[in-house]
């Protein structure tokens, strides 16, 4: 007589193991029409390099509509103010329409993809649900509604712009997504793919249920940047129901709580992928499996959970370079990333129970290569042949693509260098990280700019008896601000440009190719000896820390950490004295979360937490702390002296 408990427990394994019956991919939220503009003129190029400051990559810029008008396009940037830019046909040239996205490249990759495993594994069918505009192209079940607009602008000495309407449109009265969504799924066992929601959107809350109610579904989450806004508070815990999880590396990075990769960061491999095992590590640590990060033409990263609490990682750099040969002559990474997202799921869909994480990441390093070569942001059935001998080439091994590591979950991959210091015994810099010291309006979140400032004030009149001891870098800055900040000197324009001509300054520290431009003088990085203060961002300290040229300079390199506690408390008492801004307290926020980075890179000093309840209280107690550790610290260099 057979066991009703092992019936159970046979039941139970077969359920999670139940093969998936469908590929269920909802375009509605992500799915965007995309237009190629052919050119851009040289009168349009300032209007447009204004607007890319609004983007945290520096690529995609939300705007409120992108409309046809009769001669030209109208552009509303800000409905609230009424701010627009328009441009006639003659500035852009020809634009081809496309549909695009990406949920929609990474849906019309899934379809050529899955066909070239078809043959050998079960691969499940995929079905599709649309905005109406754009459904027949997916032979989808198409809803109401109309996807929004993406305006791509490229072109000779012109990087890549994206501007991006901020979401689809559908009558509003008689339309209902959540609800299609809902029915679209049902009950089945199937893979579904989550695009770029809405903040306010409900699918995040319908999938938990439904993993959570059927562990053998599988759930691919491609993050948007409006997601990444509020992924630490609203979305975390929905990481642990994700096999997969896809960012982009330059708006992950905001999130995770990293300053903006700057231009100069664009070619500092190592560091970018400093920051994509940092934030695969985190990402994992939340509860996904897979994570894959994308980076562009430059390259991408797929890392997942291994025994001992241990990340497998691989990084595949340069997706224009070790390609499977197309078309040699286009180069454009429109959709790179997303099909790089997209050959990681078609893989593991093709067989999840051995997934090899190495052939995965040369697989989707040599689809993303074929996407490079076509003007278009996806794959399309003519390309099938090239994917099936990019499955080839990587399961063959062939020439090495991929970058393979393991780490440890549980320790930040944030670190500099190890560089040992050579300079004058009796030179010591200590790095400051503490809020964006190169921006003179930010209110004193973090404690660094207040305790510079007034211990700048007693230095200049003498109320600090080690002052001849002490040096504050200042940092040059084109900002109007700046003036009379003790850690900032202001320059004009004319006069910063001149000196960047002259290369007077410091490469690693501030920056003179973006706004706001900023920069420190190599001369006051030397004199007599003593200690040098310098308020820095956590990438300058990084390259600081791991810079020979800074080894030659200082006998020592120190890096304190201001802490950013009773951040509620300081963000209200700030608005009250200061007049905060959304923005500005967005900036307090990730403050809190770079302190989870530095916590982890080593034995570096953190000051104690604030106990302060007003802003003079608050100026007063971290000067006191910045005080008490150069005092520390000048009596150990100079105690021989002082006997």
């Not at 975390?236 to 960012?247: C, G, H, I, K």
């Not at 001509?501 to 900023?518: I, L, S």
Request: some cysteine; charged content about 25%.
């Amino acid at each position: 007589m057979s066991d009703p408990q092992v019936a159970k427990r046979e039941e139970a394994i077969s359920h999670i193991n139940r093969k998936r019956e469908v590929v269920a991919i909802s375009l509605l939220w992500s799915q965007t029409v995309d237009l190629f503009a052919a050119k851009v003129a040289h009168d349009l190029r300032p209007a447009l390099e204004r607007l890319r400051k609004l983007s945290p990559d520096a690529v995609k810029v939300p705007v409120e509509s992108i409309e046809r008008t009769d001669a030209g396009w109208r552009v509303m940037i800000d409905g609230s103010t009424g701010e627009e830019l328009t441009f006639d046909d003659q500035s852009v040239g020809e634009v081809a329409r496309m549909p695009g996205g990406g949920l929609l490249n990474l849906a019309s990759d899934m379809k050529v993809l899955l066909e070239a495993f078809g043959k050998e594994a079960h691969v499940p069918p995929i079905e599709h649900l649309s905005w109406a505009d754009t459904a027949q192209q997916f032979d989808a079940k198409p809803v109401p509604g109309r996807s929004r607009t993406s305006l791509i602008l490229k072109d000779e000495g012109f990087a890549k712009l994206i501007l991006t309407e901020k979401g689809p449109s559908w009558d509003r009265a008689q339309i209902d997504p959540f609800k299609i969504e809902q029915d679209f799924y049902g009950q089945r066992n199937a893979y579904i793919f989550i695009g770029q929601e809405p903040v306010d959107s409900h699918k995040f809350d319908l999938v938990r249920r439904m993993k959570l109610g059927n562990p053998s579904l599988k759930v691919f989450w491609l993050v948007g940047g409006n997601q990444l806004k509020q992924l630490f508070t609203e979305y975390r815990d929905f990481l642990s129901v994700v096999d997969v999880v896809s960012f982009n590396l330059a708006e992950a990075a905001g999130f995770f709580g990293f300053e903006a990769l700057r231009k100069h960061h664009q070619d500092a491999s190592e560091l970018r992928k400093m920051v994509a095992r940092e934030i695969s590590r985190r990402t994992l640590e939340l509860g996904a499996w897979h994570v894959v990060i994308t980076d562009g033409a430059r390259g991408a990263s797929l890392a997942r959970k291994a025994r001992g609490g241990q990340v497998d990682f691989v990084y595949s750099p340069l997706i224009h370079e070790n390609v499977v040969q197309v078309d040699s002559m286009v180069h454009e990474d429109t959709g790179c990333g997303d099909s790089f997202a997209a050959a990681v799921a078609a893989y593991f869909l093709s067989n999840p129970e051995r997934f090899k994480l190495n052939e995965a990441a040369n697989f989707a390093h040599y689809v993303a290569g074929i996407v490079f070569q076509r003007p278009r942001p996806n794959l399309m059935a003519e390309d099938l042949d090239y994917v099936v001998a990019a499955l080839a080439k990587a399961r063959a091994g062939g020439p090495l693509v991929a970058q393979r590591q393991t780490f440890d979950r549980t320790r930040s991959q944030i670190r500099p260098s190890t560089v040992a210091p050579r300079g004058p015994a009796k030179r010591v810099l200590v790095l400051l990280l503490g809020g964006d010291p190169a921006d003179p309006t930010q209110p004193h979140v973090t404690g660094a700019a207040a305790a510079l400032w007034r211990l700048g004030e007693m230095m200049r009149t003498d109320a600090y008896p080690l002052s001849p001891l002490v040096r504050i870098v200042p940092r040059i800055s084109a900002n109007p601000a700046a003036r009379g900040k003790t850690w900032l000197h202001y320059a004009d324009r004319a006069e910063l440009d001149g000196m960047v001509e002259r290369g007077v300054f410091c490469k690693a520290v501030g920056n003179q190719e973006d706004e706001p431009r900023n920069g420190v003088l190599l001369s006051d990085l030397s004199g007599p000896d003593g200690v040098y203060l310098l308020r820095v961002g956590l990438w300058e300290a990084i390259e600081i820390l791991s810079s020979e040229d800074f080894a030659e300079l200082f006998g020592d390199i120190k890096f304190w950490h201001f802490a950013t506690e009773n951040v509620d408390e300081r963000i209200a008492w700030h608005a009250r004295q200061w007049g905060v801004t959304k923005e500005q307290g967005q900036e307090i926020v990730r403050q809190q979360l770079r302190e989870y980075v530095v916590e982890h890179i080593g034995p570096q000093v953190r000051f104690s937490h604030a106990r302060a309840t007003n802003l003079e209280e608050f100026y007063k107690e971290m000067t006191e702390q910045l005080i008490f550790r150069i005092d520390e610290m000048l009596a150990g260099m100079f105690r021989q002296s002082l006997r």
